[in-house]
């Protein structure tokens, strides 16, 4: 993509239109979205306007908290605001991605949690040499990591591969549109999707750090946490100090003191929500006590199946046995106690009537 041109492409009546309609995928029935909606031809028009006259403000966020499964605060845009953030994305994304390396796992087309552990596992066989020697692993994680996003040092970053000033300004709106309470210079939202590339933006100086002046060969990061795995103990105390300095001096992030640790693959080394073994791999505690509590609270068919799938990644047989009895005998509580059933028809249909099913996940 020419970059003179990046952005009159993210300003286009044409890619407002596709972003919108990326956007609203699954969300008609939400009332902003609606709103927006009833007057969809003005409302993008005026938001093409804005962006080309150089008019364009950014609003205030709504704030919320979701436990995801620990307390998270979430920051939502207005419906306007989020419309220009995909159209920002469909256009910096294919431009940026390429750049990134290849172990770098969050929030990118083809990658994502399943594929990490399983690079985690291909790793852990070649620097095992099959499961024949001792595998040491350092595992880190970046302390507060959206709360501690600089905005001067991001823009820094995306003035490097970006010309265009109309595109950075754009760019420097998004980003200072938010900041942590304490400090007006830091800080990204969670939600935002823009967000999303902009921390992958953000961390590539250090990926191309660890893979080019480190020279670190099994290297594995997603989001804010990141594993090395090598055969010396030695070798990952040497490189620790370094890895620390950099995100000091360069990122003005830190590690978080509470989790990072050195430790062998036969001890267990818990990485993306599972505890890795040279042969096998298990769920956390917390997560398999959070499965148990979302069926029990709520024994959906659409539930059931999503909790299957994350178990087929591992080694979760007896856990997904104990799964699908619990579903099943909570729908059949719930049946004798309503037979109406007209809250739980999904329940009635795929955990009872259908055993055959049931018999698939067991």
Same mark, same amino acid.
């Given at each position: 993509?020419?970059?003179?041109?990046?952005?009159?492409?993210?300003?286009?009546?044409?890619?407002?239109?596709?972003?919108?309609?990326?956007?609203?995928?699954?969300?008609?029935?939400?009332?902003?979205?609606?709103?927006?909606?009833?007057?969809?031809?003005?409302?993008?028009?005026?938001?093409?306007?804005?962006?080309?006259?150089?008019?364009?403000?950014?609003?205030?966020?709504?704030?919320?908290?979701?436990?995801?499964?620990?307390?998270?605060?979430?920051?939502?845009?207005?419906?306007?605001?989020?419309?220009?953030?995909?159209?920002?994305?469909?256009?910096?994304?294919?431009?940026?991605?390429?750049?990134?390396?290849?172990?770098?796992?969050?929030?990118?087309?083809?990658?994502?949690?399943?594929?990490?552990?399983?690079?985690?596992?291909?790793?852990?066989?070649?620097?095992?040499?099959?499961?024949?020697?001792?595998?040491?692993?350092?595992?880190?994680?970046?302390?507060?990591?959206?709360?501690?996003?600089?905005?001067?040092? *991001?823009?820094? $970053?995306?003035?490097? !591969?970006?010309?265009?000033?109309? %595109?950075?300004?754009?760019? #420097? /709106?998004?980003?200072?549109?938010?900041?942590?309470?304490?400090?007006?210079?830091?800080?990204?939202?969670?939600?935002?999707?823009?967000?999303?590339?902009?921390?992958?933006?953000?961390?590539?100086?250090?990926?191309?750090?660890?893979?080019?002046?480190?020279?670190?060969?099994?290297?594995?990061?997603?989001?804010?946490?990141?594993?090395?795995?090598?055969?010396?103990?030695?070798?990952?105390?040497?490189?620790?100090?370094?890895?620390?300095?950099?995100?000091?001096?360069?990122?003005?992030?830190?590690?978080?003191?509470?989790?990072?640790?050195?430790?062998?693959?036969?001890?267990?080394?818990?990485? *993306?929500?599972? $505890?890795?073994?040279? !042969?096998?791999?298990?769920?956390? %505690?917390?997560?398999?006590? #959070? /499965?148990?509590?979302?069926?029990?609270?709520?024994?959906?068919?659409?539930?059931?199946?999503?909790?299957?799938?994350?178990?087929?990644?591992?080694?979760?047989?007896?856990?997904?046995?104990?799964?699908?009895?619990?579903?099943?005998?909570?729908?059949?509580?719930?049946?004798?106690?309503?037979?109406?059933?007209?809250?739980?028809?999904?329940?009635?249909?795929?955990?009872?009537?259908?055993?055959?099913?049931?018999?698939?996940?067991?």
């Amino acid at each position: 993509m020419p970059i003179d041109h990046m952005y009159n492409d993210i300003i286009s009546f044409e890619n407002l239109l596709v972003a919108w309609r990326e956007f609203q995928r699954n969300k008609r029935r939400r009332k902003d979205i609606g709103q927006f909606s009833l007057h969809l031809t003005d409302n993008i028009l005026t938001v093409h306007r804005d962006l080309k006259r150089g008019t364009y403000r950014h609003e205030s966020y709504e704030a919320f908290r979701i436990n995801d499964p620990k307390p998270r605060d979430i920051h939502k845009a207005s419906v306007r605001d989020r419309l220009v953030h995909h159209a920002i994305y469909r256009i910096l994304y294919p431009y940026f991605d390429p750049k990134f390396i290849f172990d770098s796992y969050s929030c990118r087309r083809a990658k994502g949690t399943h594929r990490a552990i399983h690079r985690f596992r291909h790793y852990a066989r070649i620097v095992s040499k099959n499961n024949t020697r001792t595998v040491w692993i350092l595992k880190c994680d970046i302390r507060k990591f959206f709360a501690n996003i600089n905005h001067q040092i *991001l823009c820094d $970053i995306l003035g490097k !591969h970006i010309k265009s000033r109309d %595109t950075i300004s754009l760019l #420097r /709106i998004v980003v200072k549109s938010f900041h942590t309470p304490c400090n007006l210079d830091v800080g990204l939202p969670l939600g935002n999707l823009t967000s999303q590339l902009l921390v992958n933006i953000y961390m590539n100086e250090f990926d191309h750090f660890m893979k080019r002046d480190i020279k670190v060969q099994y290297y594995i990061r997603y989001a804010d946490d990141f594993v090395i795995l090598h055969e010396n103990k030695k070798y990952l105390k040497s490189i620790l100090p370094k890895i620390s300095e950099f995100l000091k001096i360069q990122l003005r992030l830190s590690l978080h003191p509470n989790k990072v640790f050195i430790k062998t693959l036969a001890s267990g080394v818990d990485f *993306l929500g599972w $505890i890795h073994f040279p !042969h096998h791999r298990i769920l956390r %505690t917390s997560t398999k006590k #959070r /499965i148990f509590r979302d069926l029990l609270n709520n024994p959906k068919e659409g539930l059931l199946i999503s909790y299957c799938g994350l178990l087929s990644h591992g080694n979760a047989y007896k856990l997904q046995q104990k799964m699908v009895e619990i579903a099943r005998e909570e729908a059949k509580a719930m049946i004798e106690e309503d037979e109406s059933l007209s809250k739980w028809p999904t329940v009635k249909k795929h955990l009872l009537s259908r055993e055959k099913d049931i018999r698939h996940f067991e």
